[in-house]
């Protein structure tokens, strides 16, 4: 029997409240840089999570140990990117960071 309870670690609403505070204050692209920095805390501080996604890759995936390891820390990552442009675009904001026209094209439909 699984022992999650639908519980986030720490206070989330104050983790969006940082997010939403550095894509105003200061933009997209610095938003992003501090996901690599939250993901790699939770990589190093997150055991049990982290210990499952490890077994996953290894057992499942048959991946070797640091190809493990990177994915661990990837999935910590995209799923940080995840929220971050969830908070983008609920919050409305601006984002400047360069795209290629070909993404323009494929995104915006007429």
Partial sequence: ???WHGKSQGNPLLGYR???FVCTRFGVFPAY????FVAFYFFLFSWTS???SYRYFRQHQHYGVIRSIINVY?????FALTILD????MGGIQNSL????RA???CVRS
């Fill in 86 to 89: 969830k908070v983008i675009v």
């Fill in 18 to 20: 940082i997010v939403y």
């Fill in 50 to 52: 982290s210990g499952h």
């Fill in 98 to 101: 360069p795209t290629s026209s």
């Fill in 1 to 3: 029997m699984p022992k």
């Fill in 74 to 78: 990837k999935n910590y990552y995209i």
């Fill in 104 to 106: 323009k094209t494929t």
């Fill in 33 to 36: 840089l501090l996901l690599r």
